[in-house]
């Protein structure tokens, strides 16, 4: 599945109806915004339903991880740990959109927020 494929079928699992538009443009064309949305708005992107998961992956496990500006590139969760629990704001989507993980920025007296979920 390419990465615009998995992003998709991320958006239409687990994104709220309201924002998967939104999210998919943003993903695609303005990568920067949508990270900060990570760090800053993340409950208008996911139902608080997901909020406190613990990350679905195993080391191997193929994913696509949000580099602000950058974009999403393709990785495996082992790849990952320099980034995961440092409270800079990250989305990790698995390679096929059926599982991610989400911290939100953290802040001076407030610790990031994180959502997750996966099959």
């Known amino acids: 599945m390419d990465s615009k494929s998995a992003l998709e079928a991320f958006a239409q699992r687990y ?13 695609l064309k303005r990568p920067e915004k949508l990270h900060s949305r990570i760090c800053h708005s993340i409950g208008d992107l996911f139902p608080a339903s997901l909020a406190g998961a613990a990350a679905p992956f195993s080391s191997e496990d193929p994913c696509l991880v949000l580099e602000g500006a950058g974009g999403f590139r393709a990785t495996t969760w082992a790849a990952l740990p320099r980034h995961v629990g440092l409270g800079e704001g990250l ?20 610790p990031s927020v994180v959502y997750g979920h996966g099959s």
Do not use: C, N, P, W
């Open 15 to 27: 994104v709220v109806a309201d924002f998967r538009d939104r999210f998919l443009h943003e993903a």
């Open 91 to 110: 989305l990790v989507v698995g390679s096929d959109g059926s599982r991610f993980y989400a911290e939100t920025e953290a802040m001076k007296g407030s």
